[in-house]
Structure formats: C-alpha cells, structure tokens
C-alpha cells in the first residue's frame, strides 16, 4: 500500500532537491524537540506528576497566590476516582457542622443558608493566600474530610468523615483559628474586644455543650492551632484535646506537649524545585540566610550568626523576607545554595525550613527546642544538619563545620531531601503521602493513647454513689473519718 500511495509523486517532483530537504527536517524534528532533555522519559513523567511545566529562571512566579496549588478539580488522570472505603480507612473521623463563622466564613463564605459548608465540588472558596498561607493547615485538612465521601473521590482515604460519632476514632473541630488570628485580632470600634476572642469564647461555649465532649472531656477531639500566637485565649481551657501546633514555643508544658499533640509543617512560600537536576557544583552559594536578623527570646542568635559570618565569601546572609523582596528571588537564592540556614526566631520554628526543603537546599537548624514534624516515623539526620546553639556562636565553629562537608555527603542528603519533599506539600485534592495524608497518619498514630486515657476516665463512670459507698464501708480496713471524707469526696464530685 506504501508503494501505490508514494510512488506516483516521484515523477511529479520537479524539484528533489527541496523533497529531500523536506524528509530531513520530518527526520529531525523528534530529536529537536528532546535536544534539552538528558532523561526524556523522567523529564516527561515529571511533567505529568505536576501538572505544569518548570518556570524558567526569567519567568516570574505568581505572588504567593493559590494557583499553582490546585489541580484540575475532576482529579489527576494518572489516579483512579473512587469512593472511600469506610472499612478500609486508617482513621475514622467526626468533624462538628458548625456556623460558617468559625471556617469557611472567616474567608468571606457567605452560603445560602442551607448548609453550613460550601459546595467544594462545585467552587472551593479561595484562600486569602498571603503570608497567611504559612498556617493554612486548617484549610487543607478541612477540604480534605469534606471531600472524603465523595463518589469520585481523587485522593487517597487515609481519613474519611463519619456521620456517627460514635464510630469515629476522633472528633474534628474545624475552627479555622490561625485565619482568625491573622485577620480578626484588631478591636474595632465599637467593639470592646476583637473577633479574634470572640470567636475563641463562642468556641468554648460550642464545645464545652456538645455531647461528643461531654462523652469525652474533649480527650478525643482534635484542634488546629497553628500560628503560635492562635487560641490564646481558649487552650488553657481545651488543652486536653490533641492540638495541631508549629511548636510548643508559647505553651506550658501541661497545656501541650510532644506526648499529647502534633506538629505540623508549615506551608512554605516560594516554589518547589521542580525537576532539580543541579549538582554541588550548580549551586554556587555556599550558605544562606534571608530574613529578619534581631529577634527577642531565642531569637537573639541571629543577630550573632550574622557578624560572624557577614564577611565570609560564599555566604548569603542579609535582612529581607519573602513577601518585601519577591516569591522569585528567594526562590532563585534558595535554589542556587548548597546549605539554608534555619535559625530560631521568635519561637523555636519557622517556615524557612520548609522554604528550604522545596528547595533541596540542605537545611542547617541552629534551634535548640526545635519540634519536628512526623518525625517519629522520619529521620532528619538523612538530609538536615542539627547544630547546638552554644557551637554555632563559638567564632568560626559553623563555617568550619559547613566547609568540611563532602561533596559525596552533601550529595546523599540532597537526594534524601528529594525523596521526602513531597511530605511537605499542601494541596487540593490531596496525594498519597503529602501534607495532609502525613498529618493524619500522625492522628492516627495518637489514637491508642487516646484510647487509654479514655478508658482509664471511665473506670469509675459506671458506678453509683451509693454502690462506691457500700463498697467503702465493707472494708475492715477503711477508719470512721476516712469514710466521711470519702463521702464527701463523692458528693462533691457528682
């Protein structure tokens, strides 16, 4: 057939010349189009997975907008759309329908009144995006649970809602705190206190009258906390729930702690290093720093850090942030730097670390009371270096320490670094093993110690007073005085 169909145009080529011309550049044009790729097929691949193509050096990135963090609302089309299988979820949760006013409504929901949640499937509220993103756990694990039941399901089902809660392992509360504390802690006039407070009073309230708590005293319900500054006025009052932190910076021991609650990463702000191919030797900065260098509390060390190493060549360490100089040139600072500093500010914990791991740029944590995320279950000594506060103010302690490392050893951690950065991605729908799907494996790792505390609450619940008292008197062993003061300990208590 290839012969009837190409033999007659030969006698009518006037011109062969040009036909072969023609061939050559059809021949050519395959190995064009791959001349920049050194793995066409991972390059391709990658390209899938993300769902964009890498920006180039001279584009510039959208300002810390909520873009590039959504894909396609129909789901990914390498992934299968299913229903989740209630039996075959890790952690079955309860999440409370409360007003809009404590979520969706602080992004300026309004709603039509018959539901008390939008219609996610047909248009997810955006997210004011900002620096607030830093602390938008809130918001992702929120769409996530909405999303659970749905038929067409994309992501994987790790936590899936449930209607009883009863059958649920733990109970949500979807207060979107650190919004609130980012947007609503000013008093306005002629309010007496800011909606922030408010919020957090009418959030006791809420709580403190549901039966779920009742049932429980709060031990089994989960609250986002974030933004080290949120809930300041309700966590003494709830703090035997399992908060959702960035540090215990700003907490007392008893209120949280590493046992009871979980650490969450930040959201980090500039772009991920998409297909990073770049080798010691493409990164031409040796270490780097950008952001605010006098702090208060633990904070302090920064402003020594920056006079040793100001005058060391290979070394970036300025003033700045992201949100004054620009998402893309901190990207392209990050990105072009072997190791990031990350050192306590304020509170034990910032988002630079995280800016950091985007960018596979090793990171060097100088915090002492630092908590990590997940990292019962991750090993950060694979691709981070940890260094005590009192070494890396000891004069040339730091510098000698980064030089020292190899070339062969800062290879190895940054191809760690790699593999474990999809653990810090935010985004909607969810993936198997980001941000959102590791945060509920660490409630899901916390339930068995809710249990317990739970059961050993109700060892007594089941009793009467007059049965606890009968129980008190057929003891030979139990004195006259100790008896009453028994008693009254039961009466006071019911």
Not at 97 to 116: A, I, R, T, Y
Not at 393 to 403: A, G, Q, T
Request: net charge positive; charged share 25%; hydrophobic share 35%.
């Amino acid at each position: 057939m290839a012969n009837k169909n190409t033999q007659p145009c030969w006698p009518g080529c006037r011109l062969p010349l040009l036909f072969c011309l023609g061939f050559a550049i059809v021949l050519a044009l395959p190995y064009l189009f791959f001349l920049d790729y050194n793995d066409p097929k991972e390059k391709f691949f990658s390209m899938i997975e993300n769902r964009r193509l890498p920006l180039k050096d001279h584009e510039e990135e959208p300002s810390l907008s909520m873009e590039s963090t959504f894909r396609v609302q129909s789901g990914p089309a390498d992934e299968d759309l299913k229903q989740c299988d209630l039996s075959k979820a890790m952690l079955k949760v309860f999440m409370y329908d409360m007003p809009p006013e404590f979520h969706f409504g602080l992004l300026d929901w309004k709603g039509d009144g018959k539901s008390v949640w939008p219609d996610i499937q047909t248009e997810i509220p955006d997210h004011p995006g900002g620096l607030n993103l830093q602390h938008s756990i809130e918001y992702w694990l929120t769409l996530d649970l909405l999303s659970s039941r749905f038929s067409d399901r994309s992501g994987p089902c790790t936590a899936v809602r449930v209607d009883d809660s009863r059958e649920a392992d733990v109970v949500f509360v979807p207060f979107f705190s650190s919004l609130s504390y980012n947007r609503h802690s000013n008093v306005k006039p002629p309010e007496k206190i800011s909606r922030n407070k408010a919020l957090q009073k009418k959030l006791v309230e809420y709580l403190t009258a549901q039966q779920e708590w009742k049932r429980s005293g709060g031990l089994d319900h989960i609250v986002m906390a974030h933004h080290p500054n949120s809930m300041l006025g309700a966590r003494t009052k709830l703090w035997r729930c399992t908060f959702i932190l960035a540090d215990f910076g700003r907490y007392v021991p008893h209120v949280a702690n590493v046992e009871k609650d979980i650490i969450a990463p930040y959201k980090h702000m500039i772009r991920t290093f998409v297909n990073d191919s770049s080798g010691f030797d493409d990164r031409p900065t040796l270490l780097y720093f950008q952001g605010a260098i006098y702090r208060k509390d633990g904070g302090s060390v920064r402003q020594e850090l920056f006079y040793l190493l100001r005058h060391e060549k290979d070394v970036h360490f300025s003033f700045g942030s992201i949100s004054k100089n620009g998402i893309s040139g901190a990207s392209r600072g990050m990105h072009g730097s072997k190791f990031c500093l990350n050192i306590a500010g304020d509170t034990p914990s910032s988002n630079r670390l995280f800016d950091a791991i985007a960018s596979h740029c090793i990171p060097v944590i100088i915090s002492d009371e630092i908590e990590l995320p997940y990292e019962d279950v991750l090993d950060y000594s694979s691709f981070c270096i940890f260094v005590r506060t009192s070494d890396a103010i000891k004069k040339r302690f730091l510098i000698k320490l980064i030089r020292g490392i190899s070339r062969e050893a800062w290879t190895k951690m940054w191809q760690r670094l790699k593999e474990v950065q999809g653990y810090f991605e935010f985004q909607y729908p969810s993936k198997k093993d980001d941000a959102v799907q590791m945060i509920w494996q660490a409630v899901a790792r916390k339930v068995p110690a809710i249990r317990l505390k739970l059961h050993r609450a109700r060892r007594f619940a089941g009793f009467k007073i007059e049965d606890r008292i009968r129980s008190l008197r057929s003891s030979t062993r139990v004195s006259s005085r100790a008896l009453v003061s028994s008693i009254a300990t039961l009466n006071d208590k019911s």
